[in-house]
């Protein structure tokens, strides 16, 4: 999933720029017979060669699909090179104009791409000083999506049927009343990070226990969360399929401690420019992209072993956008 980044690596990436674009090598036409539907009339790309691009996991990869099916069905012969390893190769890729189009989210680039410390509380405040910041990249940023994957605590509808826990201020709450009852399973990283566990204790006044906070791999988290008594509370993102999955219920970041991670176009300026029509055709997608949306893809992906290039497929001919031909 997409990490919330490390503040203390920012220059680490920095550096690592220079590497961006070798996964560029590869990658292969669209070839898919779609059609317009409620975007698209007219094939207003006909005769433009696009190139898609998106990081290397289930949620990032659909929405390149999405990106891809779309221009594809307004005309343009679309180039996938999806899948790029990390954050950076794809980002960089549109800075350089090896790629045009991908979804990116606002938390990433506004603390790593562009290396401010702090996050901004307001989401459209947030996306608006990214936009800004990115235009003397060459970087377009179109509106962004509801659709916010960013860190929550995860807690199975069982555990929490005695404990009615809604917001993170409820965890600080039963944290102070009662320190024995909050477990807490988290990655090693999140553990140690002051953007992470001790940062979230620190802004909501809480103190878990060290025994009572157990280090794993992300993907066993869910799954203690779920079926386990080992972790009430587990490190978990609001968009990951396995929440609906495995009937858990996620809390509410009520003093916004974690950055807004909202998915937007992110658009090579030139391309944008040469074919502003772009805006106009990925604005009706943007507008239905919602956290519940997401699960609803990413589950289909990575709980029932769906191909993301057919989940993505599917969701758009459902939601009428596009056409199989």
């Known amino acids: 999933m997409r990490t919330l980044p490390l503040r203390a690596a920012l220059g680490g990436a920095v550096a690592l720029l220079t590497l961006a674009g070798c996964g560029l090598k590869s990658g292969s036409p669209l070839v898919d017979d779609v059609a317009p539907g409620s975007v698209g009339q007219g094939r207003p790309l006909k005769g433009a060669s696009l190139t898609v691009t998106s990081k290397n996991f289930s949620e990032n990869i659909v929405l390149g699909q999405m990106i891809g099916l779309i221009f594809k069905a307004a005309g343009a012969e679309v180039l996938d090179r999806t899948n790029l390893p990390g954050s950076i190769s794809a980002r960089e890729a549109i800075v350089q104009g ?11 680039a506004w603390i790593t791409y562009q290396g401010n410390a702090e996050p901004v509380d307001d989401p459209l405040a947030q996306w608006k000083a990214v936009r800004e910041g990115d235009v003397r990249n060459g970087v377009a940023w179109l509106p962004q999506s509801a659709l916010n994957n960013t860190y929550t605590l995860a807690i199975s509808k069982k555990n929490n049927a005695k404990y009615g826990l809604k917001t993170m201020s409820d965890v ?12 807490v399973c988290v990655e090693n990283e999140f553990a140690s990070r002051e ?32 079926k386990s008594d080992s972790c009430l509370l587990g490190e978990a993102f609001t968009t990951d399929g396995r929440i609906k999955a495995m009937d858990l219920d996620t809390l509410t970041d009520d003093l916004h401690f974690f950055p807004n991670y909202n998915a937007a176009p992110e658009i090579n300026a030139k391309t944008l420019a040469k074919y502003p029509v772009i805006a106009e055709l990925l604005a009706p997608l943007t507008e239905r992209l919602t956290t519940e949306v997401a699960q609803q893809l990413n589950a289909e992906v990575d709980v029932e072993g769906h191909d993301p290039h057919e989940v993505a497929k599917e969701w758009l001919v459902e939601e009428g956008l596009i056409k199989a031909g």
């Open 195 to 226: 953007d992470g566990l001790p940062g979230m204790e620190k802004a909501y006044g809480m103190k878990i226990p060290p025994g009572n906070v157990r280090k794993m791999d992300a993907g066993i988290i869910y799954t203690q969360v779920s």
């Open 172 to 183: 600080a709450k039963l944290a102070r009343q009662d320190p024995g009852a909050v477990t």
């Open 98 to 108: 090896d790629a045009d189009a991908m979804y990116e989210y606002t938390g990433t």
